[in-house]
DNA sequence: GCAAAAGTGTTTTCAATACACCCATGG
DNA sequence: CCATGGGTGTATTGAAAACACTTTTGC
């Protein structure tokens, strides 16, 4: 504990009318291209922390929920469609922001890279970018210790089979789908026990098409069975 | 979305020097006696809700974290000894409070029915009371609905092997064990069946003590073993 | 035809499940 | 002695793990 008060000596300094903290929200949106798991962040124009990165967010309003307003976030600063969102965790470090108390909630969102390519909008007045998560680059505020705790956190999730479905929604290869785990689990696992896995328990089927143009034999598209059971496939 | 205003009047609006909106802190402790789940609930001494339960908690102040509080609501309000804590949530609906808006950040913290009781003590200026978690009073607030996202967390939570341990620290039998489990995943275990997949596994050693004093044949006691892989072990 | 990447089948191991009888205590 | 609750062993099933060669494409 960092602080000294009693309970009667708090209890009054929360009386206080002066009540200067505010809350914000910040968001890691996630998604997966080319087998590599990637996070957008978005750079800093002003100061403090110009030129750094920074995760998208905002002051949150008297008049809006926390879900409210990371949903508006998305929309309006990134641009990007409505996507699947979790709240993660809540920080409230003291020195978080320089001049005032700020707490800031957490979410991490979700799209895919088909519907990311079909609804990505460039846009001008805010400058942003997928960074893999193994590359950050330098950012602002108390925000790499923030990004390391949602990507944590979104690495437990991955393994879930309704998050994996919503990242890959339909159309990709097993081998593909196998270098996320391998990735997030930090291990190697057999190309013939996975597929065993995936298939005989009845996780995906095979669409009947597959992934032509690149080196070495095509690889059989898959997409997930419509109703699977919610499960940690790892 | 229940805000229509655009993005550029929402910025205006958060200029607004009036930043009338709190923070507080809200902690669901939970324990287990006798094979029941049981959460702390405190009742409301004035208006609103007087006489209705509620989560113990406070409003956070500028100089401290929000661990730091509910730290401080744990051992000042309630009088117990410093415990496992988890933050859950933060529910920003904007009706949760009838005055004003009230952010609340909340909490599950962990007891040991030992530690309980070694520690308990009665305080006159706090009604505290340990109710079934299938047997929730009359509650104030929006607190029905966050004890119900509480219990849910614990329950997702409890399957886990390291936070059994620390709700059994030493000395349990395998049919109180089961039970916990048979309560939370509402199913039946086989006696013969769990006592394998614990003692086999390695999760639990035998203390070479029984449970004397109880009607039919007294249970051999339990310890967790000092060295187990966090893993949910049903 | 060769490099690159994907597809396939069998055996072994180990945990999960199903199932019925005996044992220790209190009253 | 009987009611109550706890302890024990075996056989079966099914998923996980280990393991090597063949197939399809681009160049």
Same mark, same amino acid.
């Given at each position: 504990?960092?602080?000294? $008060? ?23 949106? /996630?998604?997966?291209? !080319? ?62 922001? $320089? ?23 460039? #846009? ?6 997928? /960074? ?16 390391? !705790? ?17 990242? /890959? ?51 059989? $598209? ?8 919610? #499960?940690?496939?790892?």
């Amino acid at each position: 504990m960092s602080v000294l $008060l009693t309970q009667k000596e708090k209890n009054m300094s929360s009386i206080n009318t002066d009540y200067n903290q505010k809350l914000e929200t910040l968001i890691g949106v /996630f998604t997966i291209d !080319k087998g590599k798991i990637k996070i957008l962040l978005m750079r800093k124009k002003k100061d403090p922390y110009k030129g750094y990165w920074i995760l998208p967010g905002e002051i949150l309003n008297t008049n809006e929920t926390l879900e409210d307003n990371i949903t508006d976030v998305v929309c309006d600063k990134l641009g990007l469609p409505t996507m699947y969102i979790e709240q993660c965790y809540t920080f409230s470090n003291l020195n978080r922001h $320089l001049e005032e108390r700020v707490v800031a909630t957490t979410f991490i969102g979700l799209i895919d890279n088909i519907t990311l390519v079909l609804k990505k909008q460039d #846009r001008d007045d805010v400058e942003i970018e997928w /960074f893999d998560i193994n590359a950050i680059p330098k950012t602002g505020y108390d925000h790499d210790k923030i990004i390391n !705790k949602l990507i944590e956190y979104f690495k437990k999730r991955i393994i879930n089979s309704n998050i994996l479905k919503i990242l /890959f929604p339909s159309d990709f290869t097993l081998p593909e789908l196998q270098k996320i785990y391998e990735q997030i689990l930090n291990i190697s696992i057999d190309r013939r026990n996975f597929r065993k896995k995936l298939i005989n328990l009845g996780y995906v089927v095979d669409t009947g098409d597959v992934n032509e143009g690149y080196m070495g034999r095509p690889a059989k $598209l898959y997409r997930f069975s419509d109703d699977i059971q919610e #499960r940690n496939l790892f």
